[in-house]
């Protein structure tokens, strides 16, 4: 296939593709750095999940509880996920994605843990809402900062162009 290709016919719709995708990263990034609604939820449903196992419930009740934080946190998701603007593709998420998540998995689970051996063995009065609290603020200081440095690389996945033309 041989045909001409005009230089200045192909920067220009070089800029029609690039400037909305930049955009996108734009949101992305707005997105992950604002709205901290999201975060006080969740570490809000945290803490009253984490309070509520400090009563003495039978087993049926700690199940009953467990499936009822599962059932909340997913219809937060399910909310905030639908409210985003933008939705990012699969192969948009990179390798800090799942790194944040599983460093935000053992940051909660090792505060919880970790408090609730410090609350038994001090044998402190009122111990699972000094768990829940120290859980609750420690997920909060996680989240924003992982968030921010997860979806700062993906501008950085995209080639850049000069005014030149070239990569």
């Not at 200045?8 to 990263?25: F, G, K, M, N, S």
């Not at 499936?67 to 933008?86: F, I, N, P, Q």
Request: charged letters at 15%; glycine letters at 8%; one cysteine or more.
């Amino acid at each position: 296939m041989n045909s001409t290709v005009n230089a200045e016919q192909a920067w220009t719709d070089l800029q029609r593709i690039r400037v909305p995708q930049e955009r996108v990263y734009d949101e992305v990034e707005r997105c992950a750095s604002g709205d901290a609604r999201s975060t006080y939820a969740t570490a809000g449903i945290m803490w009253l999940f984490l309070a509520g196992m400090g009563l003495d419930l039978p087993k049926w009740g700690i199940w009953l509880t467990v499936a009822a934080y599962v059932a909340v946190l997913g219809s937060l998701a399910v909310v905030y996920s639908r409210r985003s603007r933008v939705r990012l593709h699969r192969s948009r998420y990179s390798w800090r994605t799942g790194a944040s998540m599983i460093a935000g998995m053992v940051v909660s689970g090792g505060t919880i843990l970790l408090s609730g051996h410090l609350v038994e063995s001090l044998a402190l009065p009122y111990g699972s809402l000094i768990t829940a609290t120290v859980s609750a603020a420690a997920f909060v200081l996680f989240v924003g900062p992982a968030n921010r440095w997860a979806v700062g690389s993906l501008r950085d996945r995209v080639p850049r162009t000069d005014h030149k033309g070239a990569v």
